[in-house]
């Protein structure tokens, strides 16, 4: 067994006793009242599942394993000579809740490369495809086509025990991200350069050989990528991907069957695909004003117009969050460190003055200011990488490091299926009527 997969055993193995006693004895307790608002509202703020990699909080954003973003900047291993945390660093902390060593980064490094080959079916099926199939739509059909490999099925077919649930879903997580920059490089060559697909280079990183296969080779892109990959892991278990993947698993259909679930939740515009509406809508802007360096009055303007035609600003709001989304702030500190005066970035931090007070004047917004969605798109575009159709993917690739170490957990630990209670409106007015 590796040493990756034997550490979280013994986590694992710990916990889920520990859990089982704590539900025997405080089974009963209650952990907050759901009101009708909730149950229309798409059930915010109710706590029905638990989710041990990262944690939200309204004000604070996203600690993972404990660790805000300018920690995990400071404490994650780095590449030599890189200033940025190092992905697979985040993924061992969310897995087994430490931070790593140098040495362990650089056995995962590897260890995920040996792991990286790609059926020949996923690319037979990809090529079926039409070209401009939309990339989330290919990302999500090669994950889904790569479910022939599935570990976890072969072994439930064989008559597995409850018990190891855990050891061929680590395996299949750990496949599944080993591939997953492979296959998303390959959608974007074969989308976006013709199919003039780039080798693999084994001596890199998972974000710097990702990089390298999109055919950007260059350092700050490099840099980017590894913040970009790192800070888009996780977001614990309620929003919309995440938690497709927790239900979709919870029945054990695998993590190829439950992650290609999550990406087609992630490819929704209140989502994930936010990232891709929000350079589009600026893209727009500067051609609808006729400058790429549009005042505030004029932007404000195009906010108002926008909202006027009753849709809604890309990249702000959440439903959770109520400050400034550090995810947007890293990447804003990135930019201001390594991009010395760009149009389209400046236009982002232009927008986060002018859009927020517009948005509070509505009275109804509940967070008005930017979140992870509202900055990616300036710096992938200051790089060379202005295809803004296949942003969506690039998340997808880093959101597969908090959700497949969740699985594991979630699998280790035994949760049952995930089965919430439905009411029809009929039984909620005569609910009321009743009360
Ligand atoms: N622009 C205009 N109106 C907005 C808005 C925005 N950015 N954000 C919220 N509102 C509106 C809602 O549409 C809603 O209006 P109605 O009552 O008329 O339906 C009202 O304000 C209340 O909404 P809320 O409670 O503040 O927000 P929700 O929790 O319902 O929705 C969303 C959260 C993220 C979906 C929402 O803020 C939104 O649509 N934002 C723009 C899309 C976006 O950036 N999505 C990415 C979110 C982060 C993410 O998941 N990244 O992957």
């Known amino acids: 067994m590796d040493k990756l997969k034997q550490k979280f055993h013994e986590k694992a193995s710990a916990l889920r006793s520990e859990i089982r006693a704590l539900i025997k004895e405080h089974g009963a307790k209650s952990v907050g009242e759901v009101s009708l608002g909730q149950v229309f509202g798409g059930a915010r703020g109710i706590k029905t599942m638990t989710w041990e990699t990262s944690a939200l909080d309204p004000n604070e954003g996203i600690r993972f394993r404990g660790y805000t973003i300018p920690e995990l900047r400071e404490k994650l291993p780095k590449a030599p000579g890189g200033k940025e945390p190092l992905p697979e660093g985040l993924f061992w902390l969310m897995l087994v809740d430490e931070i790593p060593t140098q040495e362990d980064v650089q056995w995962l490094s590897d260890e995920w490369e040996k792991r990286a080959t790609i059926p020949q079916h996923t690319y037979d099926m990809l090529e079926a495809l039409p070209d401009d199939t939309h990339p989330m739509t290919q990302f999500t059909l090669g994950i889904a086509s790569m479910q022939y490999d599935s570990v976890f099925a072969k072994r439930y077919a064989e008559g597995m025990s409850k018990l190891d649930y855990w050891d061929p879903t680590y395996e299949d997580s750990m496949n599944l991200i080993a591939r997953l920059p492979k296959l998303a490089a390959y959608i974007y060559r074969r989308v976006y350069h013709d199919g003039n697909h780039i080798?693999?280079?084994?001596?890199?990183?998972?974000?710097?050989?990702?990089?390298?296969?999109?055919?950007?080779?260059?350092?700050?892109?490099?840099?980017?990528?590894?913040?970009?990959?790192?800070?888009?892991?996780?977001?614990?278990?309620?929003?919309?991907?995440?938690?497709?993947?927790?239900?979709?698993?919870?029945?054990?259909?695998?993590?190829?069957?439950?992650?290609?679930?999550?990406?087609?939740?992630?490819?929704?515009?209140?989502?994930?695909?936010?990232?891709?509406?929000?350079?589009?809508?600026?893209?727009?802007?500067?051609?609808?004003?006729?400058?790429?360096?549009?005042?505030?009055?004029?932007?404000?303007?195009?906010?108002?117009?926008?909202?006027?035609?009753?849709?809604?600003?890309?990249?702000?709001?959440?439903?959770?969050?109520?400050?400034?989304?550090?995810?947007?702030?890293?990447?804003?500190?990135?930019?201001?460190?390594?991009?010395?005066?760009?149009?389209?970035?400046?236009?982002?931090?232009?927008?986060?003055?002018?859009?927020?007070?517009?948005?509070?004047?509505?009275?109804?917004?509940?967070?008005?200011?930017?979140?992870?969605?509202?900055?990616?798109?300036?710096?992938?575009?200051?790089?060379?990488?202005?295809?803004?159709?296949?942003?969506?993917?690039?998340?997808?690739?880093?959101?597969?490091?908090?959700?497949?170490?969740?699985?594991?957990?979630?699998?280790?630990?035994?949760?049952?299926?995930?089965?919430?209670?439905?009411?029809?409106?009929?039984?909620?007015?005569?609910?009321?009527?009743?009360?």
């Open 199 to 435: 080798e693999a280079n084994l001596n890199l990183d998972w974000a710097a050989n990702y990089a390298h296969m999109l055919g950007i080779d260059n350092p700050d892109f490099t840099s980017l990528m590894r913040l970009y990959l790192t800070i888009h892991a996780d977001h614990e278990g309620g929003n919309a991907s995440a938690h497709t993947a927790h239900l979709v698993n919870s029945t054990l259909a695998d993590v190829y069957l439950s992650y290609s679930g999550a990406m087609n939740s992630l490819a929704g515009p209140l989502h994930g695909l936010a990232n891709q509406e929000v350079i589009k809508w600026i893209f727009e802007m500067t051609k609808s004003l006729g400058t790429t360096q549009p005042t505030k009055d004029q932007i404000a303007q195009y906010v108002q117009d926008t909202l006027n035609n009753g849709r809604v600003i890309p990249g702000y709001g959440h439903a959770v969050l109520r400050k400034p989304d550090p995810r947007f702030t890293a990447q804003k500190t990135f930019a201001e460190e390594y991009i010395k005066d760009d149009d389209y970035v400046n236009i982002v931090w232009n927008l986060f003055e002018v859009v927020p007070p517009i948005l509070q004047g509505l009275g109804k917004v509940k967070n008005p200011w930017p979140n992870v969605d509202a900055h990616s798109g300036a710096l992938l575009v200051h790089y060379g990488l202005k295809e803004y159709g296949y942003y969506t993917v690039l998340f997808g690739v880093s959101r597969a490091l908090g959700v497949l170490a969740a699985s594991c957990w979630s699998r280790a630990i035994g949760l049952p299926l995930e089965r919430p209670k439905s009411v029809t409106s009929k039984w909620i007015k005569e609910f009321i009527a009743a009360s």
